[in-house]
């Protein structure tokens, strides 16, 4: 159990540390992180409170430098390496009418070129995983014909396969909607699974837990994927309305728990496929903290992934099944319901002495003037409006 609790590696996103806000105002806080640098040492600073963080997703252009080399080598100095790289497809000005999926032919050449870069970046750092996301859809009904918009997008979409070298894996994330509010190219998780079916083994989809709509039940969209052996990813984070990109289980950590429910199950799948599929799920976060601190925002998401996924490693497996086969309902429910109520923490903490950290990451981080100091060296920029690394 202890094992199986520190096994499981969270990646934290560098564009989690930087100032963020909404389309209303993007409140600058003191010490958050300026550059990548201080993005990877935020990053580093999680890692040794959790001891689970060892990777850091980062997002191009924003986190573009000249030497990668030397960057790779500065996060190995921060206890951290770069995790997924993300393309970013929606914040040029040619991408108004999307990017892969774009009418204009010399668009589509561009996106398809940022992907290519991405995967060279990729190679460079060490990751292997390049993670795509695409803004693209339409506002209006009639805007661009649905089935070209789709065709234009698998065509860029084999081109990028082709040039992944072995080992490198493409993850497809879906969202339902926004920045397009009629349609969006890739919308859901059937629409990016036929897709990966498409494009070969290596593509597989990535799952953000605040790309569904109210009441979507994403906990069976995950045992579907992973039943079908194609569950490559999380983007976590939690929602209320929208897309919100708040603490991951701070809503719903009872979503949270049936999600990881999952997963513990398929991990232990008879069917290699599926077990094996679970086994190299890649768990990222996907946040942005616009009125809480930064790096105590990321550490308290890295425990509520623990504490979710510790009490799923709780439930009785074989009294579900057994639940389930008579059909009793009720006691079923209940197994679930027992595992959910109990109590995590001590668990955790032993989980923590082991790897020799602090058994309380917050308290720790909150006695270790790190919050003063990065406040103290890096300041605070000027307020703005605007998207994280704009
Ligand atoms: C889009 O909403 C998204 O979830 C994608 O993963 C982007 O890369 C990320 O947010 C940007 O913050
Ligand atoms: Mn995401």
Redesign the pocket.
């Known amino acids: 159990m202890i094992d199986r609790i520190n096994a499981l590696r969270v990646e934290t996103p560098s564009w989690g540390y930087g100032n963020s806000g909404t389309r209303f105002k993007v409140f600058a806080q003191s010490g958050a992180a300026r550059t990548i640098e201080e993005k990877l040492s935020d990053a580093g600073m999680v890692n040794r409170l959790t001891g689970v963080c060892p990777s850091v997703a980062i997002h191009i252009p924003w986190d573009r430098v000249d030497d990668w080399d030397s960057l790779r080598q500065f996060a190995a100095g921060q206890g951290v390496a770069i995790g997924a790289v993300n393309p970013n497809l929606f914040q040029d000005d040619e991408y108004m009418l999307g990017s892969l999926g774009n009418p204009s032919a010399a668009t589509r050449i561009r996106a398809v070129n940022h992907v290519l870069e991405c995967i060279e970046i990729a190679k460079r750092v060490g990751s292997s995983i390049v993670s795509l ?1 695409l803004a693209d859809g339409t506002n209006y009904p009639g805007q661009d014909d649905l089935r070209s918009r789709r065709r234009r997008m698998r065509a860029c979409l084999r081109e990028i396969y082709s040039a992944l070298p072995g080992g490198l894996r493409l993850l497809v ?1 879906y ?1 339902f909607f926004e920045p397009g509010f009629y349609s969006t190219d890739l919308p859901d998780w059937g629409t990016a699974y036929v897709i990966c079916l498409e494009l070969g083994l290596q593509a597989e989809v ?1 799952v ?1 837990t ?2 569904h709509a109210q009441g979507v039940n994403v906990e069976q969209i995950v045992a579907q994927l992973l039943d079908v052996g194609r569950l490559g990813g999380f ?1 976590f ?1 939690a929602r209320k309305y929208a897309d919100d990109d708040l603490i991951v289980g701070s809503t719903n950590p009872f979503e949270l728990f049936l999600i990881f429910n999952e997963l513990v199950a398929a991990e232990d799948d008879h069917d290699a496929a599926v077990s094996g599929c679970a086994r190299k799920v890649a768990y990222m976060i ?1 946040q942005s903290h616009n009125i809480e601190p930064k790096v105590e925002a990321m550490v308290q998401s890295v425990i509520n992934i623990q504490t979710a996924h510790a009490k799923a490693l709780l439930v009785d497996r074989s009294r579900l099944r057994d639940a389930q086969r008579k059909g009793d309902v009720l006691d079923a429910h209940r197994v679930l319901l027992e595992a959910y109520e109990s109590d995590a923490r001590p668990l955790l903490h032993e989980a923590r002495r082991r790897l020799g950290i602090d058994v309380d990451p917050i308290a720790a981080l909150r006695t270790s003037g790190y919050s003063d100091r990065i406040a103290r060296e890096r300041g605070k920029a000027a307020s703005t409006s605007g998207y994280p690394g704009a």
């Open positions: 996301w994330e969202k990535l953000d605040g790309h983007h984070n996907d």
